[in-house]
């Protein structure tokens, strides 16, 4: 009589997913690649596995690399992870605290330089014949399409990351039941960052009220876009402005593009041809209760569109 047989035991993991046949195969593809190796080494970084479901993840405190366990013997979400992982570890702009804006625009742009050295990874590795790795992220598209205007030159570094972290701004994380990830990186300032300035001291005094700019919530997330593109000196008024037009004409960061010429800006849609709205930033803008009120006529414009709620039957 035979005896019942045992299922066969899982493979082992590599000791590090650096390892991993299926990743080390991809290492000739890319230049980029070899370097966030090189630089691992240096840095005395670890990558190691962490437990399935667990997500992939940079832990600058740790000075370690966790990647989720079940991308072993996926080489593209090796490739993809570490690079990205390595773009977060490469970005050293020092956090602003001063307030919640500056270190939610803080946290996007470390979110830009690691999506930017994610897509910038996969480039390279296409264009040595490699497969396509992705880039993580819902915006994908515009995050390749972003990382591809600085490689051909035409935007800077600087500009690319901003770019890219006001498309990731208008993202939702898995992390957090509702909202984006500007919601996200706010709440965790008003939540466990302004109780720690307070009693560091380094939490200013907050300012009043009618100097703090407004923005609807629903035009933050092209708001928020444009703050990263356009020049510092844009004014609250403008900014404001063009958002809520854009909007108006159902334009948002994952579907349209900022273009520059002078002194003119316009948002145009990168679905539709001539939908776009212009600016010209030496002419004078809607005040922002101007704005404010145009935007609410949205709202309204919108809610009165929605089609009657169904009743039910009666039998």
């Known amino acids: 009589m035979t005896g019942a047989q045992t299922a066969p035991a899982a493979p082992a993991l590599p000791a590090s997913p650096l390892h991993d046949p299926a990743f080390t195969a991809l290492l000739p593809h890319s230049a980029s690649l070899r370097s966030d190796l090189a630089q691992i080494q240096a840095d005395g970084l670890a990558v190691e596995w962490g437990r399935a479901g667990g997500g992939t993840y940079y832990d600058r405190a740790n000075a370690r690399i966790v990647l989720d366990e079940r991308s072993q013997g996926d080489g593209?979400?090796?490739?993809?992870?570490?690079?990205?992982?390595?773009?977060?570890?490469?970005?050293?702009?020092?956090?602003?605290?001063?307030?919640?804006?500056?270190?939610?625009?803080?946290?996007?742009?470390?979110?830009?330089?690691?999506?930017?050295?994610?897509?910038?990874?996969?480039?390279?590795?296409?264009?040595?014949?490699?497969?396509?790795?992705?880039?993580?992220?819902?915006?994908?598209?515009?995050?390749?399409?972003?990382a591809g205007d600085h490689l051909a030159g035409n935007i800077t570094r600087d500009q690319a990351i901003g770019q890219i972290g006001a498309v990731f701004g208008s993202e939702r994380p898995s992390v957090a039941a509702h909202g984006t990830y500007v919601d996200y990186y706010g709440n965790h300032y008003d939540t466990a960052l302004v109780p720690w300035l307070r009693a560091t001291k380094q939490l200013p005094e907050p300012a009043e009220p009618s100097l703090t700019p407004a923005v609807a919530a629903a035009d933050r997330p092209m708001f928020?876009?444009?703050?990263?593109?356009?020049?510092?000196?844009?004014?609250?008024?403008?900014?404001?402005?063009?958002?809520?037009?854009?909007?108006?004409?159902?334009?948002?960061?994952?579907?349209?593009q900022v273009l520059q010429q002078g002194e003119r800006v316009w948002v145009a849609s990168t679905q539709t041809?001539?939908?776009?709205?212009?600016?010209?930033?030496?002419?004078?803008?809607?005040?922002?209760?101007q704005s404010l009120q145009r935007s609410q006529a949205i709202e309204q414009t919108a809610t009165q569109d929605l089609p009657e709620p169904r009743r039910a039957m009666m039998p």
């Open 76 to 146: 593209a979400a090796i490739a993809r992870s570490v690079s990205h992982e390595m773009g977060h570890h490469r970005f050293t702009e020092t956090p602003d605290y001063s307030s919640r804006q500056s270190y939610v625009e803080h946290q996007l742009r470390n979110e830009g330089a690691a999506t930017l050295a994610n897509a910038s990874v996969r480039q390279e590795i296409i264009d040595s014949g490699g497969p396509d790795i992705r880039v993580s992220g819902a915006g994908q598209a515009n995050y390749i399409r972003i």
């Open 224 to 256: 928020e876009h444009l703050r990263g593109q356009l020049p510092s000196a844009t004014g609250h008024e403008q900014l404001l402005d063009l958002s809520v037009r854009a909007r108006e004409l159902g334009l948002a960061p994952d579907n349209s």
């Open 273 to 289: 041809p001539g939908i776009r709205v212009m600016a010209d930033l030496q002419a004078p803008a809607p005040s922002v209760e």
